[in-house]
């Protein structure tokens, strides 16, 4: 009996510990596929932020603070996912945001950052990268690097897929970059076909990006400024049916933007501001405040040709209202971009705390550097001594008067390009420029194309052309260097200016900014506003 009971328990015993055993890997079984089942599901989640983020980012009516910060956002969750090509796309959209805030000098950096990442590139945002590096050189007044980023950019394109709608997008949209960079209107003309002539072999339809729309309103502007009329019109209609086919409000401004200068070229100021109107309305519509002060800016001009000065003191108001606003949206929206670049480079300073194990090897290259620094420095001191010179020896050469120095080629004005500009109208508008620069009103830090156009009674097309013609530069390359020949002027003959703050010198020339001062400074002279000032306070010591 007690044989049969201990073989029980024995028995027993037995079945207990393999159920134990059995137990416990089952345990083991669910820990393991609740764990896999939770990494499955963070992954896919994280999958869906980035999809959101991807698909946000790329969105019209978004605006350039808010695709900063949904570009930061996409960047940190592509990275954490180590999706590469989301890595670049994301970058190129940070740069495309500080563009459209006028902040060049960041829209490069990114630019760069996207263009030294090794790796896939599905998204080709290193051939858009290139692209808008060569638009920020041009913003910049650089025209020979925006022209060699320009042509890099069609040699990347020539290695894509030519069956691809991609490779039709990219070429077209650098036929349109290079339209820009040009000054020839068949030049001009011919790229902007070139630019249609891509877009029409597109699979599907790419409103905004690859707008067709836009490529015939490009057109019909080119028709407008050489007078061909009924060309004009042709691909205006072309350009209004696609715009209203894709649904792309963006572009069926700028169409009817040009509608206006059609009717106004063939003396129909009524139907001109009636497409004006239909223009203004929609940018209205949709927020495009950039865009409802173009329009209300041809309004109140069209209403004061044809006498109707209360309907242009009204257009007057809302231009200036508009104006008003955009310029408190648009600090704000610097400030909210400037404060994303930040945390930017905060990151970036916590993530190089990681290599402190190399500081050793950096002492011993820093050796080297220093070295090589100082060979530079004393090549660079040469370097910047001469150019001193040649500012003082140009400064000293201009004898004759300001309004005379710019003007001296009467002769060009003989030799006007075929434009929709009349030749007394161009006179009237160099004779404007000079009083301009002789009263010194470029020292105006609100000074802009759209208000000296306003002031100056015209519109900003025919301005800026004149400007591009007569001083070979654009606009913001003009005032720029009559500001830095003004204060280099006071520089050189008032010493008391050498003990002032650059700030302050800064002001006195009209910029706000410190920094937007000495970068401007030095892309004119070569050197810093404080290494002037030195050379400036020596050669006044050794006179002395």
């Known amino acids: 009996m007690s044989r049969i009971k201990s073989t029980y328990f024995s028995l027993s015993e037995t079945f207990s510990s393999k159920e134990k055993r059995g137990n416990s890997r089952h345990q083991y079984y669910l820990s393991f596929l609740l764990f896999f089942v939770l990494i499955l599901f963070n992954a896919q989640k994280n999958t869906k932020d980035i999809d959101i983020l991807f698909t946000k980012t790329q969105s019209l009516e978004i605006r350039p603070a808010e695709k900063a910060k949904v570009s930061f956002e996409l960047l940190k969750k592509a990275t954490e996912a180590n999706d590469e090509d989301k890595i670049k796309f994301a970058l190129y959209h940070i740069s495309l945001s500080f563009f459209r805030l006028g902040k060049y000098a960041e829209s490069i950096k990114y630019c760069d950052k996207v263009l030294e990442r090794k790796g896939s590139d599905k998204y080709f945002s290193k051939n858009h990268a290139v692209r808008r590096k060569s638009l920020c050189y041009y913003e910049l007044g650089l025209d ?67 707008s067709i729309s836009g490529a015939y309103n490009n057109i019909a502007y080119d028709y407008l400024y050489v007078k061909k009329y009924d060309s004009a019109l042709y691909y205006l209609k072309k350009a209004e049916y696609n715009a209203n086919i894709d649904k792309d409000s963006t572009h069926l401004i700028f169409v009817y933007r040009n509608f206006g200068e059609y009717y106004e070229a063939i003396h129909q100021p009524k139907a001109a501001i009636n497409q004006y109107t239909k223009g203004f309305e929609i940018a209205k519509s949709y927020k495009d405040f950039k865009m409802a002060l173009e329009m209300s800016d041809y309004i109140r001009a069209a209403y004061l040709k044809i006498g109707d000065r209360e309907n242009s003191i009204k257009y007057d108001k809302i231009f200036f209202q508009l104006k008003d606003s955009m310029d408190v949206t648009k600090r704000n929206e610097l400030n909210q971009t400037i404060k994303l670049m930040e945390d930017d480079r905060t990151k970036e300073l916590v993530k190089s705390d990681q290599t402190k194990y190399w500081i050793i090897g950096c002492i011993l290259f820093l050796l080297l550097v220093v070295s090589s620094f100082t060979l530079y420095q004393f090549y660079k001191n040469k ?81 800026s052309k004149v400007i591009k013609k007569h001083k070979d530069n654009n606009f913001n390359g003009y005032i ?65």
């Open 144 to 210: 020979e690097k925006s022209l060699a980023e320009n042509k890099k950019g069609f040699a990347m394109a020539s290695e894509m897929d030519k069956n691809t709608d991609d490779y039709h997008i990219i070429k077209g949209l650098l036929w349109r970059d290079k339209a820009d960079l040009t000054d020839s209107d068949d030049s001009i003309l011919d790229y902007h076909r070139k630019y249609l002539s891509e877009l029409l072999k597109l699979k599907k339809p790419y409103p905004g990006i690859a």
């Open 480 to 544: 720029n260097e009559l500001r830095i020949n003004y204060i280099n002027n006071k520089l050189k003959e008032n010493p008391e200016y050498h003990t002032y703050k650059i700030s302050y010198l800064a002001e006195e020339c009209g910029y706000n900014s410190y920094s937007y001062f000495v970068n401007i400074f030095k892309q004119q002279t070569g050197l810093t506003p404080s290494k002037f000032i030195d050379y400036l306070k020596k050669e006044q010591s050794k006179k002395n």
């Open 383 to 463: 370097k910047d001594y001469k150019n001193f010179t040649k500012i003082i020896a140009d400064l000293e050469n201009k004898s004759i008067p300001v309004d005379q120095q710019i003007f001296t080629e009467t002769a060009a004005e003989q030799n006007l390009i075929t434009s929709n500009i009349s030749d007394e109208k161009e006179n009237v508008l160099l004779s404007k420029l000079k009083s301009f620069e002789r009263k010194e009103q470029y020292l105006s830090p609100e000074i802009n194309l759209a208000s000296l156009s306003a002031n100056f009674n015209t519109n900003v097309n025919y301005l």
